[in-house]
């Protein structure tokens, strides 16, 4: 536990830090302190927060910024909403108030406007999301090596790709593999798919099929494709904005990372997003070390869902520097996902 005063302290760090991006010394909180408190106290109760591991030194500075954990205890216990700029609610009321022709088209533009305002990296997911159902799947031979796989949908989509059969690998092993999809997978969520092998789902084929599981393998692509075109980003390339530009190796790897909708898919985990009970946690934040790799862990993914009604749940979120303004960016989350709600729900009810 911390007393006020060392809450207090923390606080203005995270403030000072994400204003300045620089380290905070003792001098810089006592101008700023709402209270009147002598350097050397100040001095001591930064010694008190970086033993508690919630602040730490960087190089030979005198200053400390605010650690991983210093960041968690602070979004868990003293982040505080704030209110919208005016400029910001037109910005959104101007670029919602237009006429779209599908739900989809609403979503998209909803990401273009988050990545636009913040700066971010913006996803933004439907109402539809766990309503897309698989209704059909086969196997169309091109050649002696090739086959298209045809994936069908509950919203009228049909994804095909097209593939080399690995030698060895039989017609009737195709024929079976597409059964099992068939008996196990028609009628399931793609999002539900999405996020576990199709040998997982429909389970290991019996007796000494191994090429038979290895066209699952294969045909795992056409799935994560379908479930990745239901989700919008938007300003990918925002996140090169965060990264030394001397690491060109770890560059490369985040815009090759970037470049995987199956991964971005996978980070904002959308199963679980639309589960989330709305009203009591409307905006999530995951730091660095609480998302897959290590390219990511001097960024933090902001999550929220939002509800359509009987249409289903949504989700919009943002990817960005950890260092972020977090009462502005929850402030604006926590606000954007009621308009994109309202507009939607205008929408649906052009057509009742």
């Keep these: 536990m911390l007393t006020k005063r060392q809450e207090l302290i923390l606080k203005m760090i995270i403030k000072d830090f994400t204003d300045n991006h620089e380290p905070v010394g003792s001098k810089t909180i006592m101008a700023q302190l709402p209270i009147k408190v002598s350097s050397a ?3 001591n109760e930064m010694a008190v927060l970086e033993d508690k591991g919630l602040i730490e030194k960087t190089h030979s500075s005198s200053g400390r910024i605010p650690s991983t954990l210093g960041y968690r205890f602070y979004l868990d216990n003293l982040v505080e909403s704030i209110q919208i700029p005016k400029e910001i609610y037109q910005k959104v009321m101007f670029n919602l108030d237009r006429p779209f022709h599908q739900v989809n088209e609403i979503v998209e533009e909803a990401a273009k406007i988050l990545s636009d305002l913040t700066s971010y990296t913006a996803f933004a997911a439907g109402p539809e999301l766990n309503s897309v159902v698989v209704t059909g799947f086969r196997i169309v031979p091109l050649s002696n090596r090739q086959i298209m796989a045809i994936l069908v949908t509950s919203d009228g989509s049909v994804k095909s790709q097209v593939y080399a059969i690995p030698r060895g690998v039989s017609g009737s092993e195709i024929e079976k593999a597409v059964r099992l ?3 196990k997978l028609v009628g399931r969520s793609i999002f539900e798919i999405s996020t576990m092998s199709l040998n997982d789902l429909v389970g290991t084929i019996d007796g000494d099929n ?3 599981n290895q066209i699952l393998e294969l045909l795992e692509d056409v799935f994560k494709d379908v479930a990745s075109e239901q989700l919008y980003v938007d300003g990918q390339i925002n996140l090169l904005n965060n990264y030394d530009a001397s690491n060109v190796d770890e560059l490369k790897s985040l815009y090759q990372l970037l470049d995987r909708d ?6 904002l985990d959308l199963n679980e997003a639309v589960e989330q009970p709305i009203d009591e946690f409307p905006v999530q934040v995951r730091l660095g070390n609480e998302l897959p790799g290590d ?8 999550t929220a869902s939002y509800s359509v ?3 289903g749940n949504g989700v919009i979120a943002l990817l960005g520097p950890s260092n972020m303004p977090y009462s502005q960016m929850i402030s604006l989350m926590g606000y954007f996902r009621n308009e994109l709600a309202k507009k939607l729900l205008d929408y649906y009810g052009n057509f009742q």
């Design 41 to 43: 106290t100040i001095r």
């Design 181 to 183: 999809i068939n008996d």
């Design 210 to 212: 191994s090429s038979a």
């Design 262 to 267: 199956s991964y971005l898919t996978n980070l």
């Design 295 to 302: 390219l990511l862990k001097n960024y933090s993914l902001l």
């Design 309 to 311: 009604g009987n249409h």
